[in-house]
């Protein structure tokens, strides 16, 4: 068994892989001082002081884990009042109730076993189980926790940590099949998580953890989607590392179109399983592709300030012009793409969210652009609209072309594009 580093990291800067402990850790881009993305201001917040970390990506030479370098408190990017549903996104929602179903498909998992989700949020993906017959259990750290109980999905308001574990399988037994769905590369203290998913889990049981892909967010040049709350950038290789240091073997591995571009990873528990050729082809397709070489990421750095001095030209072009430039949709990645291009609510005068946004009436962290309901752009038709939420916006602008919008509707990424 290799060696164990150790994978409960410190808060602040990082000069060792969070993965391997190798400390040749490559330079890829840094994007600046952030404020952490969700962190949302109330108005009576926008004269005081705001906190802001590094934003630096790095890669290890020995393991090509991509990550960032410094860990900003848990307490402070995961807050009570933390403002993300996962249930109000029909794509997501879509694609998070289909997981289930496809977990217990895949394993022949059956009815009336236990399944728990760690970071649950609003309980949208265990709604996928509870229907296919399951038990459920979230475990939710923020406020939205008491929604996904309104609705039905037994959640606990705590951070899962081994402690946690322990609670859960004197309460309601072990589980069959544990998930932690776009919230795996977001966990500081992940040795924790992982000895406890090991406890909580049958002997044979099933762990499903979706990250954003590393491939993909090169290939697409998402840096928007590189914030404090991403500490980690997977490979299938990297990650395939990762569970080398405990009892889990990683058997197969899918790329979903989550949130631009996601792997899905299945570990079972115990080692030696029999892998499933979709983890090798994956593997190999990376090395083709050049993620564990220098020159991919330079084109990677050289496509990413393309993509900011073009939208900084499109934005200060239509303001000479006397024309408006507004935001549309406030992910966690707008606050990096943002800051990045140094675009602030003197460049674009809002950002128009869903009526059922919990960021509505709040800032967004850094540039201070206020947030509003979205009749307000429908009701003015500014000339510009800058799609924040640009990896789906098949499914967006389809709406808001039925609702009326006439807005030139700017793809900020890959490449600057307009839709007129």
């Known amino acids: 068994m290799n060696i164990l580093p150790v ?53 290890c030479k020995e393991c090509g884990l991509v990550q960032i370098d410094y860990v900003v408190p848990a ?13 109000i996104t029909s794509t997501l929602v879509s694609n998070l109730k289909s997981t289930g179903p496809t977990i217990m498909n895949r394993f022949s998992i059956s009815k009336g076993k236990l399944a728990v989700d760690i970071g649950s949020n609003d309980g949208t993906l265990l709604s996928g189980f509870q229907e296919a017959g399951m038990k459920v259990l979230g475990v939710e750290p923020t406020n939205i926790a008491k929604i996904a109980n309104d609705h039905g999905i037994e959640t606990m308001q705590v951070f899962f940590d081994e402690d946690v574990a322990r609670k859960i399988v004197e309460s309601h037994g072990k589980a069959a099949v544990v998930t932690a769905a776009n919230m795996f590369a977001h966990v500081s203290k ?33 840096y928007d989607s590189i914030y404090h709350e991403h500490l980690k950038y997977y490979s299938v290789k990297s990650i395939v590392k990762l ?3 405990y009892d889990f073997t990683v058997v197969d591995v899918d790329r979903i179109p989550n949130y631009g571009g996601s792997i899905r990873v299945y570990a079972q528990k115990g080692k030696g399983r029999p892998v499933g050729s979709a983890v090798t082809e994956l593997i190999k397709e990376e090395e083709k592709e050049g993620l564990y070489n220098d020159s991919a990421y330079a084109e990677f750095v050289s496509s990413v300030v393309k993509s900011k001095r073009q939208l900084l030209k499109l934005i200060v072009d239509a303001l000479s012009n006397g024309d408006r430039v507004v935001g549309i949709g406030s992910p966690g990645r707008a606050a990096t793409l943002l800051g990045y ?11 128009a969210e869903q009526s059922s946004s919990l960021k509505l009436g709040l800032f967004m962290p850094g540039c201070h652009i206020p947030i509003i309901d979205e009749s307000t752009m429908l009701d003015q038709q500014p000339e510009y609209a800058v ?27 890959p490449e600057v594009r307009i839709l007129d």
């Open 7 to 59: 994978h409960d990291l410190p808060n602040g800067h990082l000069n060792t892989c969070q993965i391997c402990g190798s400390g040749e850790l490559l330079p890829i881009i840094n994007l600046g001082h952030h404020a952490p993305c969700d962190s949302l201001l109330w108005p009576r917040q926008l004269n005081e002081a705001e906190s802001r970390y590094p934003l630096n990506l790095v890669r």
């Open 75 to 87: 307490e402070e990017l995961f807050f009570p009042d933390y403002p993300y549903r996962s249930g």
């Open 190 to 222: 992940l040795g924790s998580l992982i000895r406890g998913v090991e406890s909580l889990l049958v002997d044979d049981g099933i762990f499903v953890s979706e990250s954003h892909y590393l491939m993909d967010l090169i290939d697409t040049v998402q």
């Open 243 to 245: 569970f080398s240091y």
């Open 341 to 351: 291009c140094g675009v602030d609510s003197d460049m674009m005068t809002y950002i």
């Open 387 to 413: 799609l924040l939420s640009w990896h789906y916006w098949k499914p967006i602008v389809e709406k808001l072309r039925q609702k009326g919008l006439k807005s030139k509707i700017v793809l900020p990424l």
